[in-house]
Nanobody
Framework: QVQLVESGGDLVQPGGSLRLSCAASGFTLDYYVMGWFRQAPGKERERIACIGSSGGSTYYADSVKGRFTISSDNAKNTVYLQMNSLKPEDTAVYYC?????????????????WGQGTQVTVSS
């Protein structure tokens, strides 16, 4: 069955970097769009990045553009989110998700498969 497992979350100081990983199983991610979302306490889950099938296209929310980079390693069936210049407002639980389609939906309700999430805390 489809499974997504995130890792890499941690406590980091403002201005620091982290790389999150999302290991996929049960399907070949090369064929489908993968998304990264985050949810801060008291806030709605927010789409922050997507990568298209075969890694051919990417999307970034304005809040992370220029600081975050999404990539994929098809040999490892893993999607990454490199996060640089982290800010306290980046503090959230980060999730990867897919609905096994070619669409990067903004509505998190459209995604059928989710990982368990990984906590990122940016604080001095």
């Amino acid at each position: 069955q489809v499974q997504l497992v995130e890792s890499g979350g941690d406590l980091v100081q403002p201005g620091g970097s982290l790389r999150l990983s999302c290991a996929a199983s049960g399907f070949t991610l090369d064929y489908y769009v993968m998304g990264w979302f985050r949810q801060a306490p008291g806030k709605e889950r927010e789409r922050i990045a997507c990568i298209g099938s075969s890694g051919g296209s990417t999307y970034y929310a304005d809040s992370v553009k220029g600081r975050f980079t999404i990539s994929s390693d098809n040999a490892k069936n893993t999607v990454y989110l490199q996060m640089n210049s982290l800010k306290p407002e980046d503090t959230a639980v980060y999730y990867c998700a897919t609905d096994l389609s070619a669409r990067c939906y903004s509505d998190y309700g459209r995604y059928k498969y989710w990982g368990q999430g990984t906590q990122v805390t940016v604080s001095s």
